[in-house]
């Protein structure tokens, strides 16, 4: 029996030079790093890693630097989108000449296809690739593979093996692992979105693909062992801590510019992007750092900046608190509520 994908899977940034270019002693570097802090895995050429602002020898290029420096010390899961059935299984046949653990294959983007069209598309890949194959569901880039189609391809493909779902959709991962689990009891079930590692732990998944552990690796390896430890307050305390850094990274800039500027404070040259930024989102940006700066700084990953942070939200003494709780149920239990 094949052995699960488990655990926290890093989509890494890479590093650019000056000149644009990657900055393969910085990749390495990170990639150590990576793998000190605890991270399970590694997942290059995803989408934090901007697998499409690379051409397809620099996607082969950042997989076999990382290939390289891991040296076998962390599984890697290798992103392999390309742009048709033919190029995909070419990049399969690379990285496993490799000896990466997985691909993971994005479900078809740009043209918007039918489940039937969905399924043959990964059908044609399972029946040729020489790698094992996560699939990818990221439904807001791609067309979206519905839980019928999941189970149908685990079901007939004994090569595709996991799925990476980034939907956050709590009910859609539900749904799938009732489909396929008791089929592939060795089938793998990822989340790549962050803001419900924890609860999607709980329901079943076996790790996570997420954006966050490129940037504060220690914290989302600690969160994944307090879970399935079975530490649930402590577990969920962290989930409240990464959200709020996974928001900052996500939300106040585009995709995935916070998260290049949030490494950068802890200490990588990742340079500029490759998609060029306006004058309003270089401002957005700097903006940003101050807020990462200090997000980072409360977690003991970076120093306050000079100026100082804005104060945190009163912290309550664990008595007040379970006393508000307790007025809260007498209130209910009064007006018959509880």
């Not at 990049?91 to 496993?96: F, G, K, R, S």
């Not at 552990?213 to 307050?233: C, H, N, Q, W, Y």
Request: glycine fraction near 8%; include cysteine.
């Amino acid at each position: 029996m094949t052995q699960r994908l488990t655990g926290i899977f890093t989509p890494n940034i890479v590093p650019l030079d000056e000149r644009g270019q990657i900055n393969e002693p910085e990749l390495r570097r990170y990639t150590d790093w990576l793998i000190d802090r605890g991270v399970h895995g590694l997942y290059p050429n995803g989408s934090t890693g901007e697998f499409t602002r690379f051409t397809p020898e620099e996607r082969r290029r950042i997989i076999a630097i990382m290939a390289d420096q891991a040296r076998g010390r962390v599984p890697i899961l290798a992103g392999a989108a390309e742009a048709n059935v033919r190029e995909t299984l070419a990049a399969c046949e690379y990285y496993a000449g490799l000896g990466v653990r997985a691909v993971a294959i994005v479900s078809p983007f740009y043209y918007k296809l039918s489940p039937s069209a969905v399924y043959a598309y990964f059908r044609d890949i399972a029946r040729h690739s020489p790698i094992d194959i996560t699939l990818y569901n990221i439904p807001m880039f791609a067309s979206p593979i519905d839980v019928p189609t999941v189970q149908r391809l685990a079901e007939e493909f004994p090569r595709v093996v996991a799925i990476k779902d980034s939907s956050g959709d709590l009910a859609h991962m539900i749904r799938m692992i009732k489909a396929v689990r008791p089929h592939r009891p060795e089938f793998s079930f990822l989340t790549g979105w962050d803001a419900v590692l924890f609860p999607m732990l709980l329901i079943g998944c076996d790790g996570g693909t997420n954006a966050t552990s490129g940037v504060v690796p220690e914290i989302t390896r600690k969160l994944f062992d307090l879970t399935m430890a079975g530490k649930l307050d402590e577990a969920r305390t962290l989930q409240y801590k990464l959200v709020g850094l996974f928001d900052a990274m996500l939300y106040s800039a585009d995709f995935p510019e916070g998260f290049r500027a949030a490494l950068a404070l802890r200490g990588f040259r990742t340079g500029a992007g490759r998609q060029p930024l306006s004058d309003e989102q270089q401002l957005q940006i700097e903006a940003l750092r101050r807020t990462l700066q200090c997000l980072l700084a409360e977690e003991g990953f970076a120093d306050e900046p000079l100026e100082g942070c804005p104060p945190g939200p009163p912290r309550l003494d664990p008595r007040e608190l379970d006393a508000i709780v307790q007025g809260v149920l007498a209130e209910l239990k009064r007006r018959g509520l509880a």
